[in-house]
């Protein structure tokens, strides 16, 4: 379904041209270090050998399916929203089938070539259009309990498909449709006690278990006095308050370790414990007891983080300079190309280099709040909230990855990672974006 209306006609060129800054700036980090200095760098970018070769001709492909987007029928997304969900999902089935592992995850399927394709990036398109064509229905009331479950239904159950590929990183990317779904009406209490759980979490990690049950015991106490009054008034308050102490109690002395030991693998555990200062004992983990976890443990599983410290801190205020990098040029910080490539601009260009690449992703995002918000349509809308949540999830938890305030989970940065898939995703999410807001005077269900 191609338009015959010029290309140009109502889309935000700035947000093409952020997009272009990003894709570039990858490849510039990507090139950074990989280059050498016995090599001729023109050969080597058109060899298609070296990542970064591969990267740009990634980029090629994103542009020519760019071009195509802006050149399609807003309807067709629309129309065949759900349908692409159930593709996708067919796609993260098929990896359980004819699927390869790569670093012990096995979630890609072959295309030939040393090309693979990882479905968990593309389903995130998918389960994105699912979401908005569902919640937009003309009947639609997301008021209610019961359309509230089956939208967290379509955005979770990826999630779901992600965690028995061992791809827990991906997996905790779907969460973010929540924040879509806030601002469609979804009662502010999930959000709140999904926080409220990450905390404990965090509480269960670095406070002793009966310390802790002690903690939560006397500000319960205290939580029960202040409202002494309105307990002897009614005393289902009392009753409530009673349950959410058992029920945070338990989490922490039950539930928390149940999903370390169960759940997770050994090094997921591992690295999930180093990061708040603490040991894991895999002798506990069932997936290691049986032999099935897919990585070993290592008591220094935290080495790529130390080392992405160092090469970040090493760029100082202004940065050693382009190519003068020693630790990630040094090849001293592992998947610095991939999950950790953000040390090799932190280290070149240094404190000041960071400050203004945040700045190009906080403009991004905040462009695309501020389309979101100009949509007539409901569909467009959602749609464009969850490619910002995405974006977001995906750029806080990486950067703070990378500088030890959250637990190695190998997510991407988006443009900027090396990986076809990660950058086609992104690329389409961001033009069929664009697609919609061209065309936002049209009430799109």
């Given at each position: 379904m191609i338009q015959n209306k010029p290309i140009s006609k109502g889309v935000d060129w700035?947000?093409?041209?952020?997009?272009?800054?990003?894709v570039c700036i990858g490849i510039l980090c990507i090139f950074m270090v990989e280059y050498k200095p016995d090599v001729n760098w023109v050969t080597s970018f058109l060899s298609g050998k070296t990542s970064y070769s591969k990267q740009l001709m990634f980029a090629g492909i994103c542009v020519i399916l760019a071009?195509?987007?802006?050149?399609s029928d807003s309807k067709l997304y629309t129309a065949f929203a759900n349908l692409f969900y159930v593709f996708g999902i067919g796609l993260m089935l098929a990896t359980f089938v004819i699927g390869r592992s790569v670093n012990g995850s096995k979630s890609w399927i072959p295309l030939g070539g040393g090309f693979n394709l990882q479905p968990a990036e593309l389903c995130k398109i998918f389960t994105a259009l699912a979401l908005a064509k569902y919640i937009s229905l003309q009947d639609m009331d997301f008021s209610k309990t019961r359309s509230q479950i089956i939208a967290a239904c379509i955005a979770l159950f990826p999630a779901v498909l992600s965690r028995l590929q061992h791809e827990t990183g991906l997996a905790l990317v779907y969460t973010c449709f929540f924040i879509a779904m806030y601002r469609e009406g979804l009662p502010p209490k999930v959000l709140v006690i999904g926080f409220s759980f990450a905390v404990l979490v965090i509480a269960t990690l670095l406070v002793e278990k009966n310390w802790l049950a002690g903690i939560l015991t006397v500000i319960a106490g205290i939580v029960g006095y202040i409202m002494r009054f309105q307990i002897k008034r009614n005393r289902m308050i009392l009753v409530v308050l009673a349950s959410i102490w058992g029920v945070c109690v338990g989490i922490q002395r039950f539930a928390v370790p149940y999903i370390f030991n169960n759940v997770f693998e050994c090094y997921q555990s591992q690295r999930i414990y180093m990061a708040f200062g603490k040991e894991?004992?895999?002798?506990?983990?069932?997936?290691?007891k049986k032999g099935l976890g897919t990585k070993a443990p290592h008591q220094t599983d935290d080495y790529n983080v130390r080392q992405s410290k160092i090469a970040i801190g090493s760029g100082g205020v202004l940065g050693k300079g382009f190519l003068k990098g020693t630790q990630t040029r040094g090849k001293y910080v592992p998947e610095?190309?991939?999950?950790?490539?953000?040390?090799?601009?932190?280290?070149?260009f240094g404190f000041t280099g960071c400050i203004v690449f945040l700045g190009v992703y906080v403009t991004l995002l905040l462009r695309i709040v501020w389309m979101a918000e100009r949509q007539r349509s409901t569909f467009s809308r959602v749609y464009a909230y969850c490619v910002a949540s995405i974006m977001f999830f995906h750029i806080a938890v990486n950067i703070c990855m990378t500088i030890g305030l959250f637990p190695s989970i190998g997510i991407a940065l988006p443009f900027i990672s090396y990986g076809g898939s990660s950058l086609l995703t992104f690329t389409v999410l961001i033009f069929i974006l664009l697609r919609l807001d061209a065309d936002r005077q049209m009430?799109?269900?």
């Open positions: 700035f947000v093409v041209f952020l997009y272009a800054v990003l071009t195509f987007i802006l050149l894991y004992n895999c002798e506990d983990n069932a997936a290691y610095q190309n991939t999950d950790f490539i953000f040390t090799s601009l932190g280290e070149a009430v799109l269900r």
